[in-house]
């Protein structure tokens, strides 16, 4: 069992390409797991290879379309289920750099060809909510999708909620549904996500790096990777006042749970 484990990262990313052997060695060293998550075809596939090839500390990849960082449409590939593939993803909506009308179709449209494909295969989701800023609309639009896909297919609609920098009260949406919430490095200096880390339960959170982005405190500024984990898990443990030991179990515990990965 690892001591930490950093649920969503993207080690298989160019950031990487001149250090990685270094950057999945401190990982080791640190005894930390992370599943490679895919944005597009290219670094869907590019992810699935490197769950295959460095399985002891990269336990998974997700395969997916970004509902910004591409301009692809998922029923334009052949996705092929490697056994490395433990959820579909990083998919969902995200307005924040354009209006709601503008995005919502299109992303709308990939979004629910990868619930329909997650349904189907039997993964969780790896969800991306971006609102735009000041409003929690991307948030409202996601839940609406989920519950109406959950009235088809019942619990096979799951998942987890990445990044999440969202209201206490949209947390608890999630958590009705049951989807999980990760947490970033984000929570080491942003009050206003602590506020949620307090409210969500323990078995119901995950911890995650986003790297190459958004690292925490004491490396803002810098390139982001999975090792640094450590300092969200010990930040929640902060905020909830509870023993850092039982927060790195439980949470470890929670993203095997959620992404059906053996120990």
């Known amino acids: 069992m690892p001591k ?6 993207h080690v298989h990313f160019k950031q990487y390409d001149e250090d990685r052997d270094e ?7 640190k005894n930390v797991w992370t599943i490679a998550v895919g944005t597009s075809f290219e670094t869907s596939k590019s992810a699935v290879a490197l769950a295959g090839s460095e399985r002891d500390v990269v ?6 379309i970004h509902p910004t960082d591409t301009n692809e449409h998922f029923n334009d590939f052949t996705w ?11 998919c969902g909506l995200d307005f924040y750099r354009g209006s709601r009308e503008a995005l919502y179709s299109k992303q709308k ?4 060809a990868q619930i329909d494909f997650a349904v189907k295969h039997d993964l969780p989701l790896m969800l991306h909510i971006r609102p735009s800023q000041g409003t929690e609309d991307a948030h409202i639009d ?17 998942g987890n909620t990445h990044f999440f920098t969202g209201s206490a009260k949209i947390a ?3 958590i009705d549904i049951g989807f999980t919430i990760a947490f970033p490095g984000v929570i080491t200096f942003a009050k206003e996500t602590q506020e949620a880390v307090k409210e969500v339960p323990l078995g119901m959170i995950l911890s995650e790096t986003d790297s190459p982005y958004a690292s925490p405190v004491p490396y803002r500024g810098q390139r982001n990777e999975p090792s640094y984990v450590a300092e969200v898990v010990h930040k929640i443990a902060e905020i909830k006042n509870m023993d850092t030991e039982e927060v790195q179990k439980t949470l470890v515990q929670n993203g095997m749970r959620v992404f059906g990965i053996k120990a």
């Open 109 to 112: 449209e990939n979004f629910e």
């Open 23 to 29: 950057v999945l060695d401190r990982m080791r060293e």
């Open 80 to 90: 092929e289920l490697d056994s490395q593939v433990v959820g579909v993803g990083e």
């Open 59 to 64: 336990r998974g990849a997700t395969i997916g």
């Open 4 to 9: 930490y484990f950093d649920t969503h990262s």
């Open 172 to 174: 608890k949406q999630y």
């Open 142 to 158: 996601a839940l609406e999708i989920l519950k109406s896909f959950q009235k088809m297919y019942g619990e096979k609609v799951r």
